[in-house]
């Protein structure tokens, strides 16, 4: 086989706040890739940086009393050690406050304006005359201009529920200083990825850089329209570079935080004595992105648009992930499962988490959810039951004779074991750890069974079975073996401890092929305890124990991301009346099933109370089950103009969020709402 060369990336973790376990489903992912690619002998390279641009960082720092830079070389040592803790080794960590970063930033930036990709437009704005900074919506409070209810912030209102721009609320005032702001406008500096269209359309359909649902999900929600232009500055103050030719004005943190993966390898090619393009511009180099299914829309059309036009390679694999619940819910710190990387690690062994969240883990870009209790007996009955356990029922006894020098019949186990490897390959490459896991437990379950049937422990007390005593061990642990190297990118710390036991480390994913023979065994130690539930629920204390109240927390502390409005600008204005014309009322959902014809569809009958039915096809198969539907209240558009479809007449809408795909979101009444209830 070829020796490849890749160049792997994890989506670059923010400066203003701490790793926790939803973001460590990503980099656990990349982590398990990279290391069975290098066990593979491939030439592998994994590069990350802290992405430390940003309005938030620059507030943050400001309300410590220190500098940006002290605040970002707090939160790096802080990532570092979190990753470190979970085995998780990049061959590169950088940061995107480098001069390396500001070097690309600008030759990619010289190449936008000589292509021509680079326009100029006033963007009106709240400025904060104290702070001395334009306002974020979330930096602002004021009446809502609809319902005068005081206290809103500056997107939409809580008590009605109607959003509209931060200037038109009445009376507005500044979060970060109490000032009223004014309306000022600055210049802003777009980059017209529309005409990219053509590139864009080829790259991303072509069926070989994204998985198929992220294809279709860009086509059905970008790609049928024509792309809107990229702001891509912010006015000073703004912590970050300062544009050469545009004083005054940084470039936005979406623009300098991809480049940063650029910047990390050129870190690590300077230390290493290698040369950059051979990475970035050569067609021998596979470049892999991992990253969330929020920032889909950056890496698969900006970013292929701004290395496209600065003449680097373009990446060979884009792989999406869904996002971490625990217990069927979104993190929560009231409940304490919003868990900080540092907390588990103060109560639970970095292994349990790798292993469990490989099993989690497909190739489709799903969610996944960590059940506790799951967590509990997944860990205990996988690891320590079937995989630990059979190195501990078979090692203890071969201490004395170590392994044979001859293989013993085992009746074909080691080859079967051995031909799986092929398969279990094909899986990690994949991404699709799951089937890996599985392929990896059924043959332990193989190799218990054979050691039960061998009972070495009945052997040992026969002096005149000292022969089959050894071959039986010897078949164990090499089974177990077998096992360590399978596992060893999700459990590189039990292949380190597999090593030590049978004096030999593993390097290469091929020893699996190779029984192990005449080496000596060492004492064997307890490689993996078993998880007690104990320690499950301390850590979700200590974690509850940290977490601040949701309704103590100031406006501030919500650094909700832009992406959704970057990605779906607002529509033009519309007028009360106009608004008034839709009819939305409050539904139940009391019977659901799926239209089998038909690939997005669930039909729902909604009850707008007494006898009033209304049948709808929603677009919601995706992300809803028809049974978690049945007794739900929903939101209905209840005057929509009857639609004749393939399936029947669909006489509404129900109301929902989210780009689409599995990430859709129906809206939901708060409790004591009554079907047929209209909003206001």
């Not at 702070?131 to 209810?149: H, I, N, Q, S, Y």
Request: proline fraction near 5%; glycine fraction near 6%.
């Amino acid at each position: 086989m070829t020796e490849r060369r890749i160049l792997v990336t994890s989506a670059l973790p923010y400066a203003n706040g701490h790793i926790h376990l939803g973001h460590l489903v990503e980099y656990l992912q990349t982590d398990i890739w990279v290391r069975f690619q290098k066990l593979r002998g491939n030439r592998c390279v994994y590069v990350c940086a802290d992405d430390t641009h940003g309005t938030a960082v620059m507030i943050s720092a400001r309300k410590e009393g220190i500098s940006e830079e002290e605040l970002i070389g707090r939160m790096q040592k802080a990532h570092v050690d979190d990753f470190s803790g979970f085995d998780i080794e990049f061959d590169n960590y950088g940061s995107t406050h480098s001069p390396e970063n500001r070097q690309l930033c600008a030759e990619f930036w010289k190449a936008l304006r000589k292509a021509g990709l680079v326009i100029e437009k006033d963007v009106t704005q709240l400025f904060d005359p104290v702070a001395g900074t334009f306002l974020a919506d979330r930096f602002v409070k004021g009446t809502c201009p609809f319902c005068k209810a005081p206290e809103q912030y500056g997107d939409s209102c809580d008590r009605c529920g109607h959003t509209y721009s931060p200037t038109d609320l009445i009376d507005p005032v500044s979060t970060l200083s109490g000032a009223t702001p004014e309306v000022r406008s600055a210049l802003h500096l777009f980059v017209q990825i529309e005409q990219l269209r053509s590139f864009l359309d080829q790259w991303t359909q072509s069926g070989d850089h994204l998985q198929p649902e992220v294809a279709n999900y860009l086509k059905g929600h970008f790609l049928g329209e024509p792309l809107r232009d990229w702001d891509i500055s912010r006015p000073a103050p703004y912590f970050g570079f300062e544009i050469p030719d545009s004083p005054g004005n940084y470039w936005y943190v979406w623009f300098d935080a991809p480049i940063g993966y650029m910047a990390s390898t050129l870190q690590w090619c300077k230390r290493h004595g290698e040369q950059f393009d051979d990475w970035w511009k050569s067609d021998k180099t596979e470049i892999h992105h991992f990253i969330g299914k929020d920032i889909t829309y950056f890496h698969t059309l900006f970013w292929p648009a701004m290395l496209k036009t600065a003449g680097y390679s373009l990446p060979k694999m884009v792989h999406i992930h869904g996002f971490l619940t625990v217990n069927g819910e979104k993190m929560s710190k009231s409940k304490g499962t919003f868990v900080r990387a540092s907390t588990y690690l103060k109560r639970l062994d970095p292994s349990y988490l790798r292993y469990y969240y490989a099993s989690k883990l497909t190739l489709r870009v799903e969610d996944l959810d960590m059940n506790l209790d799951e967590f509990v007996a997944k860990v205990n009955a996988d690891m320590v039951g079937n995989v630990v356990n059979l190195a501990s029922r078979t090692a203890r006894f071969a201490e004395e004779t170590g392994l044979a020098e001859a293989w013993p019949d085992d009746g074909g186990l080691f080859e079967q074991a051995a031909r799986d490897g092929d398969a279990i390959a094909d899986a990690y490459e994949a991404c699709d750890y799951n089937r890996a896991m599985r392929l990896i437990l059924a043959a332990g379950d193989r190799a218990n069974q054979f050691v039960e049937r061998a009972a070495p422990w009945n052997l040992k007390k026969d002096p005149s079975k000292a022969n089959e005593l050894r071959d039986a061990c010897t078949i164990g642990l090499n089974l177990f073996r077998q096992l360590a190297v399978y596992l060893a990118p999700v459990l590189p710390k039990l292949a380190r401890q597999t090593g030590e036991l049978l004096n030999q480390p593993i390097r290469h994913w091929d020893e699996s092929k190779r029984p192990l023979l005449g080496n000596p065994v060492s004492r064997f130690e307890h490689m993996m305890t078993r998880v007690r539930r104990e320690q499950v629920d301390a850590m979700i204390d200590d974690t509850r124990d940290v977490a601040a109240p949701e309704a103590e927390k100031p406006a501030a502390q919500w650094m909700d991301g832009d992406e959704p409005l970057q990605a779906e600008p607002l529509a033009a204005q519309c007028t009360i009346d106009d608004f008034a014309k839709v009819d939305l009322r409050i539904a139940r959902v009391v019977a659901a099933e799926e239209v089998p014809e038909a690939k997005k569809l669930l039909k729902l009958i909604l009850s707008l109370g007494g006898e009033h039915r209304r049948t709808v096809f929603a677009g919601i198969k995706s992300a809803y089950k028809p049974e978690e539907l049945v007794g739900r209240l929903v939101v209905c558009v209840a005057n929509l103009a009857p639609r004749q479809m393939k399936f029947g007449m669909s006489e509404g809408m129900v109301v929902a969020s989210g780009p689409g795909g599995s990430e859709i979101y129906l809206l939901s009444p708060d409790e004591g709402a009554k079907p047929g209830q209209r909003l206001h």
